[in-house]
């Protein structure tokens, strides 16, 4: 059981797939592949693989040091891929070394594939992950984004909610697995190294979109705060994504330099009450550390680019969250939802500010683009209307960011110093 209480069977993180038919047992690949951490991504992998609910697989997963002689073993509990006849095999992969680089083949199936634990600190080399939103209007959309940010040594993804637009439905099924094909086929190295994938929920993974909002509707069953109503009303995102878990919101730590939290942005979970005490608690907790790094994600603006500055999570997120951001340092966060391309200038107390905090993202790595919302651009440094990946490296002082298109054109580029800020403005209190 991990530091959220779930178990191995429930929990997994960061996630890439492949797929390709199954036509008998003896293949060289599974239906998909996916990858992620469910605590230290320094020392543990999470590994999914799919297969049809008919074939014989071992549920067995071999791996190893890469150039190691010797194969180590572990077996793989099964879940129900929801609304489908493809079953999950997941395993946590414990014990392994920082910074090394693992070969696996997943079952019966012959294929040899890599992934890369992460570094303990970022003396020695930085880290570079690209992040983005809103990920599947169309296949080939998708994919040329998920190519173009794989001209950059990735360590992970980073997805802020709307993957596959599947709403939760059954008759949506077919998306998901597009959204598997666009993974497989974009986010796997030459050398067959798997991207790893961490995510947080937006609208279209939650029946009814924002459903603690929606309890009076007499279609839609009573919403409780427990794994088998989110696995109701959410069954894609809370099966397929083993991480965040319940109760739907996170904090991933690698090292003491990078802390990603991960927010319910009123899907599954109000913004305030619960969920914004715990807030407070983590970053409170970070701050106290003094991680150089900290980077909340998460799906609704608070400071959108397309819909309107007065929406009401809209201002609920800028109104519950930011303050919190602000007092405890937080410099960059990542937003999503309005199928744009937006960089704000730094913002502190709803004003431009030199030591305010830089939002970034607005959702476009897949989806038909949006125009922008021309009431509100007081906020706006760059604004464009493209798909696009950012990419992140950090090193012990600095953030950079680099914005590509879909065609791998970079289009801007923006650096942020973290550690210089106002005392004060990054607090234990």
Known sequence: MNK???????????????????????????????????????TTMTVDWQTEEDLADDGTIRYRELNERTWRSAEANQLAFPYSDRIIHRVELTGLKPATTYEFQTGSFTRVYQFRTMQEDLNDKPMVFATGGDTRHRKEFMLNTNRAVMQYDL????????????????????????????????????EGRVIPIIASLGNHEVLGGYYHRNEARSWLPEYVQNDASRNMIAPYFYTLFAFPGQPGYATLDFGNYLSIVLLDSDHTNPIGGKQAEWLEKELRERARRNVTHIFPIYHVPAYPSHRSYTGGTITNVRETWVPLFEKYGVRVAFE???????????????????????????????????????????????????????????????????????NGEVFDTYTNHPKDISVGHRTED
């Open 4 to 42: 959220y209480g779930l178990t191995a069977m429930l929990i997994i993180m960061p996630w890439v797939l492949l797929t390709t038919e199954v036509n008998s047992q003896d293949v060289e690949e599974p239906l998909a592949l996916l990858l992620t951490w469910q605590y230290d991504p320094t």
């Open 155 to 190: 360590d992970f993804v980073l997805w802020g909610g709307d993957f596959a637009y599947a709403d939760g439905r059954a008759d949506r099924l077919y998306r998901w697995y597009e959204w598997f094909e666009a993974n497989y086929e974009g986010l796997i190295t030459d």
């Open 336 to 406: 999503n939802h309005d199928h744009t391309y937006k960089r704000t200038h730094p913002i502190r107390n709803g004003e431009i500010s030199e030591d305010g905090i830089v939002y970034i993202g607005d959702g476009a790595w897949g989806v038909n683009t949006r125009e922008g919302n021309s009431q509100d651009e007081w906020y706006i440094d760059q604004f464009r209307s493209v798909r696009h990946g950012i990419i992140v490296t950090l090193d012990n002082e600095t953030q950079d960011y680099i914005m590509v298109d879909e």
